[in-house]
């Protein structure tokens, strides 16, 4: 969450995402010159832009490339990284770097065109989890940049509770318990065990491929964090809310219930507030406060 956080906060960032297709698209096109190939845009993503590629393999090339920004870039070259570590043997991939005519170059990463996901039960989504918890930072094939800390989404979290707070989004007794639960998350961060986090994991980033297996995409917001991060994330989309109604599901093994609240406190406030700033906070369903507070109505919590 923290780079799209930072893109959409950012006055810096602001983009003619058509013209940057379209530019993307004919540096692509150039590139590839000598062969007959069509490029269709895929709508989506935040830091990405991606097309569908046919004529230049037998089948279609789902292709991924990045704004012109450095952040953006790196994302992309780390998502690369970890999806070669993880996925070597059931996904065709490939790096290539395109002069963009200004003395720099584009990556563009290629794969299989993958079909969506069906259904992702909450068996699934625990499964997908301990399919990468083994991917150490030797094992991904970069230099680490642009894979952060989870302390960093910690210190995004309370600035955002702080904002937010000021424009009067949050009640008394909410600002209260978030700020409660944060500080004790940051306490039990000090020396917690930090495992890969995928950073974004929703039922529209798990695709299949042509042996039914399941493959995650969109690494852009990976990060070194704990276990039971992205299962909780996953557990924050109004999709999931039907789930609340079972305590059980607010469970990660091993973890105290106050970290769990902190994680999911931690998670709602960064999502307000890449909701406030992309400007998307206005056609939600559930306001700021409500959605937090029915969280920790379905943990149980008193507040």
């Known amino acids: ?108 990463v290629l794969m299989d065109y993958l079909k969506p996901g069906s259904h992702i039960s909450r068996t699934d989504i625990l499964k997908l989890i301990k399919s990468y918890r083994y991917l150490k930072p030797d094992s991904l094939g970069f230099d680490g940049e642009g894979i952060y800390d989870m302390n960093e989404l910690l210190h995004e979290a309370r600035s955002s509770l702080y904002d937010l707070d000021k424009q009067g989004f949050y009640s008394a007794k909410i600002y209260n318990a978030a700020e409660a639960l944060l500080e004790n998350l940051g306490l039990y961060l000090t020396d917690a065990p930090r495992s890969l986090c995928h950073g974004d994991l929703a039922d529209k980033n798990i ?26 994330y996953w557990l924050t989309f109004f999709s999931h809310r039907k789930l609340y109604n079972d305590r059980e599901v607010f469970t990660v093994p091993g973890k105290p219930s106050e970290v769990i609240a902190g994680i999911l406190t931690l998670i709602l406030l960064i999502k307000n507030a890449i909701s406030f700033y992309s400007g998307e906070y206005a056609h939600n369903k559930l306001g700021m406060n409500d959605r937090i507070e029915e969280i920790y109505i379905g943990m149980g919590m008193k507040i």
């Open 1 to 108: 969450m923290l780079n799209k956080l930072r893109f959409f906060r950012s006055k810096s960032l602001h983009f003619n995402l058509e013209e940057q297709r379209q530019t993307a698209g004919r540096y692509f096109q150039g590139y590839f010159a000598a062969q007959d190939i069509s490029l269709k845009t895929i709508e989506g993503g935040t830091l990405g832009i991606t097309f569908l590629c046919k004529g230049l393999r037998d089948g279609p090339v789902f292709i991924k490339t990045h704004l012109p920004a450095k952040a953006c870039r790196t994302a992309l070259n780390k998502e690369y990284c970890i999806l070669k570590a993880g996925y070597e043997n059931d996904l065709s991939l490939e790096r290539l770097c395109i002069p963009s005519g200004n003395a720099s170059s584009n990556v563009f």
């Open 207 to 232: 695709m299949i491929n042509q042996s039914g297996k399941k493959i995650i995409l969109d690494w852009e917001d990976a990060f070194w964090g704990i276990e039971g991060y992205d299962y909780l």
